[in-house]
């Protein structure tokens, strides 16, 4: 006859384990001895162990005593359900691992691998972290609400970034944001620039408003975002409305396009 604690070292349990299933009614409590001490003969040995041994494999103490008491077809059924409540599980954890691996790896955060791809061109070319930074907070507010849409716009954004005056305007931005002046004179070469290249778009058909991918909150987000990001922003907007553009984000001609 075995004391509690030799009865959970031989179960490889805790005494506190053993005294919860007394608790909780999974196993049975025998009566105090003469000694008043508590003794446990092989039945409870048998069903300590089939008890840790269930609940390792991940059972539910609720269910445990109705499956030590069931038939095998119950017991088969009772299996399944675990087992299917396992495999729920295994496959939210491996989602969990890959969003913290997507931690680990910055930008990838949130991002489809095209973005991500583009973001380290941007730094391949030199362009300033912060700088970079400001684009991936936009491309993640894009990503969440056009999903669909981010690949087919990566080819375009890839392509120009094979035209001098684009990487040209990401250095004058990136000199800029490293920079503390309130009123950068670089920023009217900004302006120039992206003026230039907004002009070329509308002309070409390229910035023709239309559809849910131009309805107005993403593109305030946006707007909102580059200013918390830069106060600058503000004065480079008004550069831009000087040439004849309104807008941040989503440019558009005050009046007749310039030019």
Do not use: C
């Not at 684009?166 to 070469?189: H, K, M, N």
């Not at 707007?223 to 907007?237: G, K, T």
């Amino acid at each position: 006859m075995l004391t509690i604690g030799e009865l959970a070292a031989y179960a490889d349990v805790t005494v506190r384990a053993v005294r919860h299933y007394h608790q909780i009614g999974l196993l049975p409590e025998p009566e105090r001895d003469t000694s008043g001490y508590r003794r446990y003969g092989p039945a409870a040995v048998v069903a300590l162990i089939r008890i840790r041994t269930l609940a390792n494999a991940g059972a539910p103490l609720s269910e445990i005593a109705e499956m030590l008491d069931a038939d095998d077809a119950t017991f088969a059924e009772a299996i399944r359900r675990i087992d299917d409540r396992l495999r729920h599980r295994i496959e939210r954890l491996a989602t969990s691992r890959t969003q913290i691996a997507q931690l680990a790896a910055g930008d990838s955060l949130a991002l489809p691998p095209e973005v991500t791809a583009y973001l380290e061109r941007l730094r391949a070319l030199g362009t300033s972290d912060r700088l970079v930074e400001g684009e991936r907070d936009a491309w993640i507010l894009l990503a969440a609400r056009w999903p669909d849409h981010i690949r087919d716009w990566m080819p375009d954004k890839f392509a120009q970034l094979e035209d001098p005056r684009v990487v040209r305007l990401y250095q004058v931005l990136s000199e800029i944001s490293e920079s503390d002046a309130t009123d950068d004179a670089r920023l009217a070469e900004a302006a120039d620039i992206m003026a230039e290249l907004v002009g070329e778009a509308w002309a070409a058909g390229e910035m023709s408003p239309g559809g849910d991918a131009y309805n107005d909150l993403p593109h305030d987000l946006l707007d909102a975002l580059a200013i918390e990001s830069d106060p600058r922003v503000q004065r480079l907007q008004e550069l831009m409305r000087e040439r004849g553009w309104s807008g941040w984000n989503r440019l558009e001609p005050l009046a007749a396009p310039p030019g």
